[in-house]
């Protein structure tokens, strides 16, 4: 580690010497005329179709010409068609670059890198045969979706992180390069397809969505079959905001090739020049680089899982504050909250973390072919991601609001969120179930359209909901059967049930063509 922050300090040093600055620019147009559309995979043009996505100003390529003038003055690290904007490394100042390219429209200066000595990933250590991860999949009750074969198979996951070193050499990883699913792979760091060095960070969250290997140590993850996408976008000598840029251009290449699930186990919030740190004011769902990045990706059909940082008590960082990305905080093999896990909720009210999984002493495969408890919300997350993959394969026709709408609404507490929980831990299967439940050829209801209370409830609950129609209300068992059917017309619904034994119930609301399936608990 010595040698390494030595190195990272003799390059800080050089780059000083140059007088070379890095930047992100974002540019003032995008032309349809001067930018032909990014070419997508079938895999990606599949899964756009399956989510009704359709082509717009965000798969438009930045301008050539543009590029072309910027590459004269400096190097470009990397681009993001989605925000307009790249990321520069040069000998001007910020001021000379706006002066000399009327094409840019704002400037991010990147204060100076520094060589830390503080590793942000160093934590504590100490029918599927899943041995010592037996307890972080049944947690999620996910095991009932491996039962019926949903292991992960045909979906492709992305995983953005710090570095993979060893991962290709490691026994427990075996069958994913004996059977080709590494897919793609990138080193948005170096501009490489170098993925497989620098930390062995990627290579144990990796492990519990894919690590399967019944010796030295029995050991499965929660979607052993998946596809892969291996990109690097932490730099591990550095914490500056041009890291977050490579995470959304690794997002960008991630929806290019056809990805259904990210994870990513990064966070940020302090950097190491403090004055372009963010404030919690930042985490607001959508104004960070990052956050900006995931809301963008789910609306191209991607399911982006994120950990909510080791922070806790404090605040979560960023990419997790994101409206439309799964934000997860980390639990013990009881479900007790984990002391570390950062809390929410971002600074504009929405819950965070938005649901938990096991990050407190999770198994996990580190070098050589060991597997060890590591602690993190770096491994609550991939957890999650494994199982959202395997969510996603029993229920490919369902968009990324709905699946991660259904996880949320299954979670222990979801009526009673709280900053360090959030909604609590999900039970994937019965999330499966409302995916499944929902009425053929009717729309999902818009978010906050229908109100259902108490929930939980034990003698009656009031179902109130926008229309002055007929009301088709059905609540039906966990195994899909139905327990009772209820009709009414107009706004104001009441239905009776006291007759219901304890536990949890799907509830069906629908009316006008559209359907709304929530999780309804019945009291003693």
């Known amino acids: 580690m010595k040698l390494k922050l030595l190195a990272s300090a003799l390059l800080v040093t050089a780059l000083q010497a140059f007088g ?3 930047m992100i620019l974002f540019l003032a147009d995008k032309s349809a005329n001067e930018n032909p559309e990014l070419q997508f995979s079938a895999r990606a043009e599949e ?16 301008n050539p010409t543009h590029l072309a003038a910027l590459r004269e003055k400096g190097r470009i690290l990397n681009t993001s068609r989605w925000l307009n904007a790249v990321s520069y490394e040069t000998n001007y100042t910020a001021d000379e670059v706006r002066a000399q390219f009327a094409f840019v429209e704002r400037i991010r200066a990147i204060g100076p890198a520094t060589a830390s000595s503080i590793d942000k990933f160093a934590n504590p250590t100490k029918s599927l045969d899943y041995g010592l991860a037996i307890d972080q999949v049944n947690q999620l009750n996910l095991q009932c979706l491996h039962e019926q074969g949903f292991t992960g198979t045909g979906m492709y996951l992305g995983i953005i992180d710090a570095g993979f070193q060893g991962m290709d050499n490691n ?9 080709n699913r590494v897919l793609d792979l990138y080193n948005f760091v170096d501009g490489t397809g170098l993925v497989y060095q620098y930390s062995t960070h990627g290579t144990s969250v990796a492990s519990c969505i894919v690590g399967e290997k019944p010796s030295p140590e029995q050991y499965a993850g929660t979607a052993v079959n998946v596809d892969l996408a291996l990109y690097l976008a932490e730099d591990v000598f550095s914490e500056t905001e041009i890291e977050e840029f490579n995470v959304v251009a690794a997002l960008e290449r991630a929806d290019s090739v056809g990805v259904d699930v ?48 080791n922070s806790g008590p404090s605040n979560i960082s960023t990419p997790c504050d994101s409206d439309d990305g799964l934000c997860i905080g980390a639990v013990d093999v009881n479900g007790s909250y984990a002391f570390f896990s950062s809390v929410g909720p971002n600074a504009d009210g929405q819950v965070k973390p938005d649901v938990m999984a096991r990050g407190w002493d999770t198994w996990v495969v580190v070098n050589p072919d060991t597997v060890v408890m590591g602690s993190g919300t770096s491994f609550s997350s991939p957890v999650m991601a494994g199982a959202t993959a395997c969510l996603r394969q029993a229920n490919p026709t369902k968009t990324v609001a709905q699946i991660f709408d259904a996880i949320r609404q299954i979670a222990s507490q979801f009526t009673t969120p709280d900053p360090f929980m959030g909604y609590g831990i999900p039970d994937v299967c019965i999330a499966d179930s409302i995916l499944k439940v929902s009425g053929v050829g009717l729309q999902e209801v818009a978010e906050n359209a229908v109100h259902v209370y108490p929930n939980p409830a034990d003698e009656m609950v009031n179902i109130s909901v926008p229309t002055s129609g007929l009301v088709n209300i059905r609540i039906l068992d966990l195994c899909g059967e139905e327990v009772l059917i209820f009709e009414g017309k107009g706004a104001q619904q009441q239905v009776s049930v006291g007759h219901l034994s304890t536990g949890i119930y799907l509830l069906e609301v629908s009316f006008d063509r559209q359907v709304k399936v929530q999780r309804l608990e019945i009291m003693p």
């Open 20 to 22: 070379q600055q890095r």
């Open 47 to 62: 899964r756009r179709n399956l989510a009704g996505v359709e082509k717009d100003d965000y798969d438009l390529g930045l």
């Open 171 to 179: 026994v427990y990883f075996d069958s994913v390069f004996l059977e």
């Open 262 to 309: 990210v994870n990513i186990s990064l966070g940020y919030f302090e950097f190491d020049d403090t004055l372009t740190s963010h404030v919690y004011a930042e985490l607001d769902g959508n104004t960070t680089i990052c956050a900006m990045g995931v809301n963008v990706a789910a609306s191209k059909g991607i399911a982006v899982v994120m950990s909510a940082g």
